[in-house]
């Protein structure tokens, strides 16, 4: 499988960027047999003509979202499209898109997965290698139930990807996804891919191999007595709000708990992290973004500037000492936009720290998501797929 990266930025006309995509793509790379798109664009962008264009001129199948920041081997981007091309003689993709996923209950979502598992199995004449996704953040509950179909169906297969992000305070922008041509709202657009070799996949958030500061140090944990898909509603049966003002022992506001203060969630077998989106400070309710399950321990972290640097470089260090010099052609990466945001006087060195330790001669496109999707493993060895918070989460493959 063979791949290029082409970048558009500052786009003011789609059809002339998605050209010019298209020439680069013409002049670095002779397509194979079948080919497929990775889309990521800004989410301030117009990309309706980008997408039409891109479809019209090259009829490649193309599949993303849009982005609150952009990843390339050029670094990080700001108000771009970034694109990897996936060419092959061999039938190595299988692609669609589900629409209204939120509307659609875990019964029919299960048939629906089911059915295009088959088809990649059917066309590849084997298991597919790993599934790409890209999906909307508009239902905890249904992001929950696809996971859970995976998990239980398939649990050899590993997922990676993320959900749509938005430039966040910037309500005339909406979550949206791509899939040939065509720009969704609330849908999971898709691929499975029977790759060379086994993908490697793997992340690194707050809870794991990072010096920040957690408040289980302090000895200051709770139990989660009462909550719901993406509210927790009672640690230790009080208002759950009023354990983290304690933790903190100030009274914050909303953003700063978002970007500085996420919760470590510790259940029997594996940790991790959920952001607090909004604060019900009436009933004492924390909305997160994600799930998380009743009777699991909890603690506030505290991250200090530099944990960006540290846990990049760490990714970085696990990927090699899992790859053992494989050479691998193409790396996916989707990390967290509040780790932009605690970075943002320095936004563009996470990008830079993950330049430094890629070859030259490996494709790379990323993006800033709401959400992180990749295998985690528990304590026991077992690997689930997972939606993580503040996570930066690389495939390679």
């Known amino acids: 499988m063979e791949s290029i990266v082409v970048k558009t930025s500052n786009i003011v006309d789609g059809k002339e960027s998605a050209l010019k995509m298209i020439e680069d793509i013409n002049r ?20 309706s003509e980008l997408l039409k264009t891109l479809k019209e001129e090259s009829n ?10 952009e990843i390339c081997n050029d670094g990080y981007l700001d108000d771009s499209a970034v694109l ?19 509307d659609k209950n875990k019964e029919e979502l299960e048939e629906l997965i089911n059915k295009e598992y088959e088809k990649s199995k059917k066309l590849f004449d084997e298991e597919p290698s790993m599934m790409l996704t890209f999906p909307n953040f508009n239902s905890i509950q249904t992001i929950k139930d696809i996971f859970y179909i995976i998990n239980s169906n398939y649990p050899d297969l ?3 990807g993320g959900a749509s992000a938005i430039d966040f305070n910037d309500d005339t922008q909406g979550f949206k996804e791509f899939y040939d041509g065509i720009i969704y709202k609330g849908s999971m657009p898709f691929v499975f891919i029977k790759s060379e070799e086994k993908p490697i996949i793997t ?37 759950a709000y009023e354990f983290v003002k304690n933790s903190i022992d100030v009274e914050l506001e909303k953003s700063e708990l978002f970007i500085l ?8 077998k594996f940790s991790y992290t959920r952001v607090i989106m909004d604060i019900d400070r009436k009933k004492g309710y924390l909305n997160i973004a994600g799930s998380v399950t009743e009777g699991s321990k909890v603690s506030v972290q505290v991250l200090s500037y530099d944990f960006i640097e540290r846990s990049s ?16 052609k193409h790396v ?57 918070n503040e996570t930066i989460s690389i495939c390679l493959f």
């Open 261 to 268: 203060y996420p919760l470590l969630i510790m259940e029997n």
């Open 84 to 102: 990897m091309i996936l060419t092959d003689d061999e039938k190595r993709f299988h692609s669609g898109v589900i629409e209204d996923i939120k």
């Open 158 to 160: 590993p997922m990676f």
């Open 60 to 69: 490649i199948i193309i599949l993303g979202c849009t982005s609150s920041g």
């Open 203 to 239: 992340y690194e958030n707050i809870s794991e191999h990072t010096k920040c500061e957690s408040m289980e140090d302090k000895n200051i944990i709770g139990v989660i007595t009462s909550c719901e898909d993406g509210v927790i509603k009672e640690i230790d049966n009080l208002p």
């Open 313 to 328: 470089n760490m990714i970085m260090s696990n990927l090699r000492n899992k790859s053992k010099n494989k050479k691998f």
């Open 332 to 388: 996916l990466i989707v990390s967290c936009a509040c780790r932009k945001l605690i970075n943002i006087f320095d936004k563009k060195r996470e990008a830079e720290i993950i330049k430094e330790h890629v070859h030259k001669d490996v494709n790379l496109i990323g993006f800033y998501s709401f959400g992180e999707i990749s295998p985690i493993e528990d304590n026991e060895g077992n690997v689930y797929n997972f939606y993580n």
């Open 28 to 47: 670095k790379i002779k397509l194979k047999k079948y080919s497929l798109g990775i889309l990521f664009c800004a989410a301030s962008l117009d990309a």
